[in-house]
């Protein structure tokens, strides 16, 4: 009689994204542990791609793997030193510095005021949240007036 063996089913591979060029930058940052937080990890394997002022994404396994944390959120920072990675297709994450592959990423989880949805939905990456145009209305604070005042 054959056995059937019991598998462990694979991990969802979340990339969380935070930081970035914008005014929210240290919010960003503050914000990814706790988000992380609400993750379960029996089902999901969790990584941190934290986006420098200059628009590096640096990654981490945990929240403290890039990011600094002080009492204060102005005191908030990302460390510089976390590797540099580039995005590859099929969500791969590789180290820009060694060559060497360190995740691949099933779905990203951008926590930014940057706008990546746009780039991830260029690179024809799966993302959380809305698509490019419905951020962009939002963040013209004139255009998104007129377009709900229409709604009624």
């Keep these: 009689m054959e056995t059937m063996k019991s598998r462990t089913p694979k991990k969802s591979v979340i990339g969380l994204v935070c930081g970035g060029e914008g005014a929210e930058h240290a ?24 986006i420098d002022k200059a628009g590096n994404w640096h990654f981490g396994r945990e929240a403290d793997d890039c990011i600094r944390y002080a009492d204060r959120i102005d005191r908030v920072e990302l460390i510089m030193s976390a590797p540099i990675v580039d995005l590859l ?42 698509p490019p145009d419905g951020i962009a209305l939002c963040r013209d604070k004139d255009a998104s007036k007129r377009v709900f005042s229409e709604a009624g």
């Excluded at 988000?35 to 934290?50: E, K, N, Q, T, W």
């Excluded at 060559?99 to 260029?122: N, R």
């Design 27 to 50: 919010v960003d940052l503050i914000s990814v542990a706790e988000v992380r937080s609400g993750f379960d990890p029996d089902r999901y394997a969790v990584i941190i791609l934290a």
């Design 89 to 130: 297709p099929a969500g791969k994450i590789r180290n820009r510095a060694t060559g060497e592959y360190l995740a691949a990423v099933d779905i990203f989880f951008p926590i930014t005021d940057d706008p990546v949805q746009e780039m991830l939905a260029a690179a024809g990456k799966p993302y959380v949240g809305s």
